[in-house]
Structures are given as structure tokens and as C-alpha cells.
């Protein structure tokens, strides 16, 4: 018989951490019967219509302290659920989820195994927020992540920072997040609803517009190229797309850069373009960048915490970042976090250097198959039975 396995996550809304979730919930069927909670009721990715979803129906709009008052009800909710179920394995992912599992332990009594799995790297996206809210979130994660029985990390630098900047005493592993090559390699021959011109180089990049993805520094960089013949593809959405249009028009960039809107199949325009960039300030372990190299595609990324150096430079020192000047590795491009010029150097170094790009991309598949879902899934097998 299948142990009951609980996932909890704030939705299925596109991101990383959702995609990663999205996975788990198609490839571990046969191994657990698969319970998922969802802050909020929101499913953009496809996933098994068998999966019991338990909706916690609470709103996005409310603000910080609502939603901190609100985690005691939550809590409780969802170890009745527990109970009832005879759920004794659950898996939490992002903050909100992982506090509500520690109150399921800590106040309800909670007897199941609990893992919490962390998705960035907290001490530098704590950085950019202010001092109360850096501190409260602070102190729930570390509250969070010791009443865990184990927290999963998705890169080394990662685990580093959860057991140093937020001092935990859980054990802390190290998974990386998987790709599913199968299912990219049919979805990159879909049709796309853009028509590519084979004179022109393309530059794509795909992610949610928030501060942290750092698009503005895209922009910036791609206009320091100023060339006639090449495009920079913008393939997602979010809150910052207005500002990024008006800096698009400041730029003069008008007829260069594309807006492509979300779309849950970045893979088929992925194909068609030349050069992936990846601009962010913070990341955990982008999986747009996996995906990308996955797609065959010659890389440049912000050598920010935590990930692109992992995934394109394995073999250098993780704690290493650069600061004032671009540098080829082994598997991609590796740039100075919100440095336009270097990053427009370096994708400048794969517009005009083909068979830089043919090496790249020849490598890229490669390493791509280390993170393929059927090598990785039964590492989280292991780590949610315990």
C-alpha cells in the first residue's frame, strides 16, 4: 500500500518552486498516494487528475500581518486534515506552507515526518527587505525549519546559508531541482505563435517580472549591444511589466524588444533562439536556466546567490562571485550581479563568437541529463519516507 504523502504549497501559480511541485505530483504516484494543500487555489501547470487537493482558500491580497494571524487557523485546518487522513508524511514548500507545518507540530501535535524545502537564498533576498520584515521573517523560518525533521535545500550554497545566516540545527540536504526532459523535448516542437526570422539573433529570457529577477538590468545590458540584427524575446509576466515597457521606449528599444506574455510552454521559443540570459539578483536554483540549457541553448547568467555557479561552473568555489568582469565556464557565461556592461559583454561574446555557442550548447544537453527527473526522483523518495 502507498504511504499518504501530504504537499503543501502556496499555488500552482508559474514559478519555480510550483514547476518543481508540478513534477513531484506526476512522478511520485507510484510511490506515495498524494494529498496537496494550496494556500490558494490557483493551478497553472498540469498535474494528475487523481491528486486530492485540499483548499485553503485564503487570498493573496492580504497584507502581512493578516496573513501571519491567520497561520494558527491554517494550522490547525490542516492537521484535522492530518488526522482524519492518516497522513504521516508532509512536505512543505515556501515560507507560508513551512510555518503552518511547524504549527501543526508545535501547537496540534502533530506526530507525522515533516520536511520543509527552502527555494532561495534567504540572507540575500532578506537584504533588500526592511528591518522589521527581515527580522520577522527571519525568526519564522528559523522557528519554521527546527521543528522540521528534515529541510531540503536546492544547491549547496544554499544549505550554507540555512545553516549559518539562519542558524539551523534540522539536517539540512541538498536536492537539486529536476527537469523533466521528456516532457520539454515534446513541448519544444509545439507550434509558436511568432514568427522567426533566421537573419536575426535571438535573445530570450523567461521569468515572473518581480524586483529580484532584476529585468531592468536586461534591458540596460541589451542596450548596450545596439545591434540591428538581433531581438531580445521576454517571455512571462507580472507586476513590473508596465515599468519595463516604459523602459523599453526610454531605451529606444522598441522595435528590438519583444513582450511574448506568459506562456506555460517557454520551450518552443526557447528552440528557436540563440542565446538564454538570466539577469537575476537572488535565486535559489533557477530552473529557468536548468530548462534552458535542457533546450540546448548557449547560457549567460548574474552570478547570484544561489545556482547559476553550480549549474554552469560545478567545479569552482561556490562561495566565489564575481564583481567586475564576465567569465566563460565550462557549461555557460557567468556575470557580475547588476553589472548592464559586463553582462552586455558577455552577451555580445556569444552573439559574435558561433562557435563559442556551438560548444556550449553541445555541453549543455549533457549536463542537462544530470537533472533529469528520473535520476533525481528517488532522492525526494528517500527524503520524504525518512
Given at each position: 500500500?502507498?504511504?499518504k ?39 497553472e ?21 493578516l ?43 502533530y506526530?507525522?515526518?515533516i ?22 521573517t ?8 527546527n ?14 546559508d ?18 523533466d ?15 522567426f ?17 532584476n529585468?531592468?538590468?536586461?534591458l540596460?545590458a541589451?542596450?548596450?549591444?545596439k ?33 511574448c ?6 520551450f ?9 540570459v ?7 536554483f533557477p ?13 549567460v ?27 566563460i ?22 552573439m ?30 528517500s527524503?520524504?519516507?525518512?
Amino acid at each position: 500500500m502507498r504511504k499518504k504523502l501530504l504537499l503543501t504549497i502556496n499555488s500552482l501559480r508559474s514559478g519555480g518552486a510550483e514547476r518543481v511541485v508540478s513534477q513531484l505530483l506526476t512522478h511520485l504516484q507510484d510511490d506515495f498516494d498524494i494529498h496537496l494543500a494550496l494556500y490558494n487555489k490557483v493551478i497553472e501547470y498540469e498535474i494528475p487528475k487523481d491528486i486530492k487537493i485540499i483548499d485553503l482558500k485564503q487570498s493573496e491580497a492580504d497584507n502581512q500581518f493578516l496573513t501571519l494571524l491567520k497561520l494558527p487557523l491554517l494550522s490547525y485546518r490542516l492537521s484535522r486534515y492530518c488526522k482524519k487522513n492518516d497522513i504521516v508524511h508532509s512536505v512543505a514548500f515556501l515560507n507560508r506552507p513551512c510555518y503552518i507545518n511547524a504549527l501543526m507540530r508545535k501547537w496540534w501535535g502533530y506526530k507525522g515526518r515533516i520536511v520543509m524545502c527552502e527555494r532561495t537564498h534567504q540572507s540575500t533576498m532578506l537584504q533588500t527587505r526592511g528591518r522589521l520584515t527581515r527580522w520577522i521573517t527571519k525568526f519564522l523560518v528559523k522557528f519554521s525549519y527546527n521543528r522540521a525533521d528534515l529541510v531540503l535545500a536546492n544547491s549547496k550554497a544554499m544549505k550554507i546559508d540555512i545553516e549559518k545566516y539562519l542558524e539551523v540545527k534540522t539536517p539540512v540536504r541538498v536536492i537539486y531541482n529536476p527537469v523533466d526532459l521528456v516532457e520539454l523535448k515534446t513541448k519544444m516542437n509545439e507550434p509558436v505563435p511568432y514568427e522567426f526570422d533566421p537573419a536575426v539573433f535571438y535573445f530570450i529570457s523567461v521569468g515572473n517580472f518581480r524586483k529580484e529577477k532584476n529585468y531592468p538590468l536586461l534591458l540596460e545590458a541589451f542596450a548596450t549591444i545596439k545591434k540591428d540584427n538581433c531581438k531580445l524575446l521576454l517571455i512571462g509576466g507580472g507586476y513590473m511589466e508596465d515599468v519595463l515597457r516604459k523602459r523599453v521606449e526610454e531605451l529606444g528599444l522598441r522595435q528590438s524588444v519583444v513582450f511574448c506574455g506568459k506562456d506555460s510552454n517557454p520551450f518552443k521559443y526557447l528552440k528557436h533562439a540563440q542565446c538564454f540570459v538570466m539577469c537575476s539578483d537572488v535565486e535559489g536554483f533557477p530552473n529557468v536556466l536548468l530548462e534552458a540549457i535542457a533546450c540546448g541553448k548557449a547560457a549567460v547568467s548574474t552570478d547570484c546567490k544561489s545556482g547559476p555557479r553550480e549549474l554552469l561552473a560545478p567545479h569552482t568555489d561556490i562561495a566565489y562571485q564575481l564583481t567586475d568582469k564576465y567569465s566563460i565556464e565550462e557549461f555557460g557565461l557567468l556575470s557580475p550581479v547588476n553589472n548592464p556592461v559586463m553582462l552586455g559583454k558577455a552577451m555580445l561574446r556569444l552573439m559574435e563568437n558561433p562557435a563559442l555557442r556551438k560548444v556550449l550548447e553541445e555541453k549543455s544537453e549533457a549536463r542537462a541529463v544530470q537533472f533529469d527527473i528520473n535520476q533525481i526522483r528517488q532522492h525526494f523518495v528517500s527524503a520524504f519516507e525518512g
